[in-house]
T-cell receptor, first 115, second 109 residues
Framework: GAGVSQSPSNKVTEKGKDVELRCDPI?????LYWYRQSLGQGLEFLIY????????KSGLPSDRFSAERTGGSVSTLTIQRTQQEDSAVYLC?????????????FGSGTRLTVV | AQRVTQPEKLLSVFKGAPVELKCNYS??????LFWYVQYSRQRLQLLLR??SRESIKGFTADLNKGETSFHLKKPFAQEEDSAMYYC???????????FGTGTRLAVRP
């Protein structure tokens, strides 16, 4: 696609429910990153994919968070048993190669609100 | 662990005034430094990288290893520069970006 696409753009869920967030990177981009943007917290790294494997998942805050990537393309971030502190904007980014020499291309994000 | 600090949450200047957005980092090696910008209702996008030594939209940033700083500067601010600016560090090619908490720049007419 022309850019990184994320869906849904907004999600309101009840505490305790599971949610799935989707990222469709730029075609041909092998590296894919998930970040979380909270008010006053900047961008917090969650997980990084190179192809379908995740060499760095050190930023996932708990075992309620998981992510997968299939076909070297679409990635899904799943949050189980959501808590209010999970409320944030979840950003996805992709880059052409592992080096990201030209920087990342970000999606517009999914705003998650847990009530 | 690496860390990026942006001490100012908000920087407000008048149009035509010089701007300096501060960024300090802590990392013992030789990192790569970046500035990203997010305009209102737009996506986060790369502004510039220290290895390119380029000027984008009149902005420049010099990596000072002695002071571990990568401040973003522009001699004459424009209203369209109003945005959220994030400084980011990468330990090496292929590593993830570590972001600061961001500085909101407001340029008043």
């Amino acid at each position: 696609g022309a850019g990184v696409s994320q869906s849904p753009s907004n999600k309101v869920t009840e505490k305790g429910k599971d949610v799935e967030l989707r990222c469709d990177p730029i075609s041909g981009h092998t590296a894919l990153y998930w970040y979380r943007q909270s008010l006053g917290q900047g961008l917090e790294f969650l997980i990084y994919f190179q192809g379908n494997s995740a060499p760095d998942k050190s930023g996932l805050p708990s075992d309620r968070f998981s992510a997968e990537r299939t076909g070297g393309s679409v990635s899904t971030l799943t949050i189980q048993r959501t808590q209010q502190e999970d409320s944030a904007v979840y950003l996805c980014a992709s880059s052409l190669a592992r080096t990201g020499a030209h920087g990342y291309t970000f999606g517009s994000g999914t705003r998650l609100t847990v009530v | 662990a690496q860390r990026v600090t942006q001490p100012e949450k908000l920087l407000s200047v008048f149009k035509g005034a010089p701007v300096e957005l501060k960024c300090n980092y802590s990392y013992s090696g030789s990192p790569e430094l970046f500035w990203y910008v997010q305009y209102s209702r737009q996506r986060l996008q790369l502004l510039l990288r220290h290895i390119s030594r380029e000027s984008i939209k009149g902005f420049t940033a010099d990596l000072n290893k002695g002071e571990t700083s990568f401040h973003l500067k522009k001699p004459f601010a424009q209203e369209e520069d109003s945005a959220m600016y994030y400084c980011a560090l990468r330990r090496s090619s292929g590593d993830k970006l570590t972001f600061g908490t961001g500085t909101r720049l407001a340029v008043r007419p």
